[in-house]
């Protein structure tokens, strides 16, 4: 059983339109994450959630929206997409204590053309 | 905000012998975890050794261990043996509880036969 799963694991879209990627981890951890990590490999927060609170980066566009339709899903949803978009988006999971570790989805990798 | 660091971006080792991985961070907390993960090309990330701050003794994972020391908010990674398999980026990561994990900028571990 794949601990956490995210879908689809390539996405190839033009600019401007509007995409989702979903993830849902059946670890039972009550926080989900979504990170970025650019061409130069380098991991960067976007938002964290659990069922109190989201935390935005300040730093990441509105156009980037979480969604939680459950505690085991966070989807991640995408409007007019721009090529600065293209990376690998990844899912992630925790407890929120400190025994803890981030359980990861495969990856995205998304390209703007 | 805390801050890892890393400040070898690429290094290589012959098969069978031995690596050490840099790492520093930034905190004000005394009560943390630290990580290793490694991302091969499958772009998967895995967890390779988990410290927890107020644990003296250093982690060992098989060929894995960590040298910790707090105080100078070091945490280095020694990889004993190299397999051709330990080829990926290694990434150094900070959690703290009730925030994302925080990860540095990663190296690039070639290993040549």
């Known amino acids: 059983d794949t601990a956490v799963s995210q879908t689809p694991k390539y996405l190839v879209t033009q600019m401007g339109n509007d995409k989702s990627i979903k993830c849902e981890q059946n670890?039972?951890?009550?926080?989900m994450y979504w990170y970025k990590q650019d061409s130069k490999k380098f991991l960067k927060i976007m938002f964290s959630y659990n069922n109190k609170e989201l935390i935005i980066n300040e730093t990441v566009p509105n156009r980037f929206s979480p969604k939680s339709p459950d505690k085991a899903h966070l989807n991640l949803h995408i409007n007019s997409l721009e090529l600065g978009d293209s990376a690998v988006y990844f899912c992630?999971?925790?407890?929120?204590?400190?025994?803890?570790?981030?359980?990861f989805g495969q990856g995205t990798r998304l390209t703007v053309v | 905000a805390q801050t890892v660091t890393q400040s070898q971006p690429e290094m290589s080792v012959q098969e069978a012998e031995t690596v050490t991985l840099s790492c520093t961070y930034d905190?004000?907390?005394?009560?943390?975890?630290l990580f290793w993960y490694k991302q091969p090309p499958s772009r998967q990330m895995i967890l390779v050794i988990r410290q927890e701050a107020y644990k003296q003794q250093n982690a060992t994972e098989n060929r894995f261990s960590v040298n910790f020391q707090k105080a100078a908010k070091s945490f280095s990674l020694k990889i004993s043996d190299s397999q051709l398999g330990d080829a990926a980026m290694y990434f150094c990561?900070?959690?703290?509880?009730?925030?994302?994990?925080?990860f540095g900028p990663g190296t690039r571990l070639s290993v040549l036969p």
């Open positions: 905190t004000s907390e005394s009560d943390y975890y």
């Open positions: 990561a900070y959690f703290f509880y009730g925030q994302n994990f925080v």
């Open positions: 670890l039972g951890h009550d926080t």
């Open positions: 992630a999971s925790s407890r929120q204590e400190m025994n803890t570790e981030a359980f």
